[in-house]
């Protein structure tokens, strides 16, 4: 029995409506500054850049571009942090802040997920249910850790390793800087992190957050840029450590800079994954794992299914039925709590192309 | 497949394995549609034109049937506009009484048999029973598999079963019920769909009501999965009955996103999609009311039955 090529009609009756998340709960202000020393400073050189709302190009607010005397001005305020309180403080005064940094996400969290929907573009139902819980969660998992770091290396004597400069990209903004400062903070170092100059805008809330919660000032650094202010981090002789999360080139770049300074670093870089199926599998649930894995977050994952290797005998079969589930994706405005899936121009400033994204289910 | 085009049992001894756990992600994920406004309106009006407005039980009586009758063609006269729902289901013994009350409407007549809900008696009373309620003028039969040949592994007696019944309906529309309640694994269900569907099945329905759990979303899930991979390979629509444990408006719906997004708008006809219910007309009656007037109205303003 042949497989067919029929191309089941999702659409043509019975729309659902609009639902949109409301936008009226959130304050944003016009300009954003840098967050270096536990307080908002003006860049040096006074220059400011815009952040937009992908889904329909129009600005939202203008975010601090950070030269190199800001860069400066951060690792000094993180090594003064780290010497002065942060080394210093007992594992589980440590996990206090932590938790109280988890706690004010939580109560803020439907602000900032629509805050991560409008800056990146994100559909709100991921911002809501994934990104946002994720990110408190985080940093509730690693402050539970901070006085228990003896049994995770156990005979071992841990110690915190000092500033890390830490960089990341605009795929899961909040979530990254919760994976990069979370664990940080937990082992007692101090941090300047850079969000992604195109999705700056839940990180410059967490820095309020952060604010908020009373940490030692300069504990947390968080420094808005682009690629220059990215490249004065990694230059920079008084980091200890460079974390990043973004492209394979500019990860390379951060080998080829560090080698031989006895500088630490981690780098996540680009991989796409396969998805490998076998005849025997629930097709129609590989289906769900091949959606999953390549239109979660637009497919803008590192580890995103790019590929299918599927045995032969069930390979038409396979495509017939992916290209049906796809026809179900429903594309539209990030903030409508119904859409899986947006669709917008992104000036990625990496590529310098204009593309069409999309996100999952 | 035979030579005259009908399938035979090895064509589906082997179907596909069924992931519950995925199977319930994605009710779940489908659940959190968010039907609103205009899009409830025309949901909920098209799930009262799907209903096989039913009743089955031991105490029914002419009268009762009358009146039920009565609701399908007048669910709400003072409310311009609405359907009348896809069908009248009863007991063999009432299927006079219901032709005579529908005579001339849109509202077909289906008719339980086959020793609903057990099945348990020989297959020459099934067909004779088929084969009485056609005669009186029955639409639709209602058949029930033989589920404890099924669990038996006698899958070839299940399919014949059904074959011969699809015979004894001749014109009348042939929907099988599985009894899923009784299947205990959605395999299970996938393998009965595919039996009933190849021996002919015009609907496949999922329960009789009389047994708990009647009908679930994950089962109906499974069941529209073969519905759509038989349309795939043959091109033909089978339709899908819900039935059994669907009482509000707001279950209802879901069950409609469901279908959509697996079998897609082809299949949102009473032509190819009912719900087997008694008590759901009047919620979504009450839904729809509320819809336009903006408050509930009391219960008391919708008939009982």
């Given at each position: ?7 089941l ?28 020393n ?14 937009e709302n ?22 000094r ?16 005064e ?10 004010i996400?939580?109560?803020?969290s439907?602000?900032?997920s ?8 994100k559909?709100i139902?991921e ?16 402050a539970g850790?901070?006085d ?30 919760a ?10 170092n ?8 195109t999705?700056?805008?839940t ?19 968080i420094i ?8 004065a ?15 394979t ?15 630490k ?10 998805n ?8 129609d ?20 299914g ?49 593309r069409?994204?999309?996100?999952r289910? | ?5 009908r ?26 549609r ?9 949901a909920?009006?098209?799930a ?23 609701k ?8 311009p506009d609405?359907?009348h ?8 013994p009432?299927?006079?009484t219901a ?10 007549v ?6 609903f ?17 056609v005669?009186?003028?029955a ?25 011969s ?15 899923t309640?009784e ?51 043959t ?18 719906i879901?069950?409609?996103?469901l279908?959509?997004e ?6 949102l ?8 219910a ?6 979504l ?13 009391s219960?008391?303003?919708?008939s009982?039955?």
């Open positions: 029995m042949a497989t067919t090529e029929k191309i009609d999702f659409n043509s009756v019975w729309e659902y409506s609009p639902a949109p998340e409301s936008t009226d709960h959130i304050k944003l202000d016009d300009k954003y500054d840098l967050f270096i536990g307080e908002f400073v003006a860049p040096k050189n006074g220059k400011y850049f815009r952040t992908p889904a329909t190009g129009k600005k939202i607010a203008k975010v601090a571009e950070a030269s190199k005397a800001d860069v400066d001005n951060a690792v305020a993180a090594r003064t942090a780290y010497n002065k309180y942060w080394s210093k403080m007992p594992a589980k440590r996990s206090k802040y932590i938790f109280r940094i988890a706690r996400m939580q109560e803020r439907r602000e900032l629509v805050i991560e929907s409008l800056d990146g573009g559909p139902r911002s809501r249910d994934i990104d946002i819980p994720l990110s408190a969660a985080h940093f509730f998992y690693y850790w901070a228990k770091l003896e049994y995770a290396f156990p005979g071992r004597k841990t110690k915190p390793l000092g500033v890390a400069g830490q960089i990341i990209p605009w795929n899961f903004p909040l979530l990254m800087a994976w990069k400062i979370a664990p940080a903070l937990a082992t007692g101090t941090v300047v992190l850079k969000p992604a100059e999705t700056p805008l990180a410059m809330k967490l820095a309020e957050i952060i604010q908020e919660a009373d940490l030692p000032p300069g504990v947390v650094n808005t840029g682009a690629g220059e202010t990215g490249r981090i990694v230059n920079h002789p008084g980091l200890d450590k460079i974390a990043f999360t973004g492209s080139v500019v990860g390379k770049y951060i080998q080829k800079t560090l080698a031989g300074t006895g500088k670093y981690s780098l996540e870089l680009g991989g796409k994954a396969a490998i199926i076998f005849e025997e599998a629930d097709i649930q590989a289906v769900e794992g091949i959606i999953n894995a390549i239109f979660f977050n637009q497919g803008h994952v590192c580890c995103a790019s590929r299918l290797l599927i045995q032969e005998g069930i390979a038409d079969e396979v495509v017939h039925k992916l290209k049906n589930r796809m026809e179900t994706l429903i594309i539209g405005d990030p903030l409508d709590k119904k859409h899986g899936y947006r669709s917008y121009q992104f000036e990625s400033p990496i590529k310098k192309n204009k069409t994204c999309l996100s289910y | 497949m035979s030579n005259n085009g399938m035979v049992l090895s064509d589906f001894i082997n179907p596909p394995p069924v992931d519950q756990i995925g199977i319930e992600e994605r009710v779940a994920r489908l659940n959190k968010s039907i609103k406004k205009k899009s409830k309106i025309s909920l009006k098209l009262l034109s799907m209903i096989d407005l039913t009743t089955l039980e031991g105490k029914d009586s002419k009268g009762k049937v009358r009146q039920l009758c009565n399908a063609l007048h669910l709400h006269d003072s409310f609405l359907p729902v896809a069908a009248i289901c009863v007991y063999p009432m299927v006079p032709v005579e009350c529908l005579s001339g409407s849109n509202v077909k289906a008719s339980v048999a086959t020793a809900p057990s099945g348990m008696t020989s297959l020459q009373t099934k067909l004779s029973e088929v084969r009485r309620v005669r009186m003028g639409d639709e039969v209602d058949m029930v598999i033989s589920r404890g040949a099924f669990l038996r592994g006698k899958y070839k007696f299940v399919f014949d079963e059904i074959a019944v699809k015979e004894a309906c001749g014109e009348a529309h042939l929907k099988v019920i599985l009894e309640g299947l205990n694994t959605l395999d299970n269900v996938r393998l009965a769909s595919d039996i009933a569907i190849g021996a002919g099945a015009d609907f496949i329905k999922t329960s009789t009501g009389k047994i708990q759990p009647a009908s679930t979303q994950p089962v109906a899930l499974v069941m529209m999965q073969a519905i759509r991979d038989h349309y795939f390979k091109g033909k629509k089978v339709g899908l009955k819900a039935a059994g444990g669907i009482s509000n408006a707001k279950t209802a879901q069950y409609l996103v279908v959509k697996t079998l897609g708008v082809d299949w006809t009473p032509d190819l999609f009912r719900f087997g008694s008590s759901l007309a009047n919620d009656l009450m839904q729809i009311l509320k819809q336009t007037e903006g408050v509930y109205q219960a008391n303003y919708f009982k039955d």
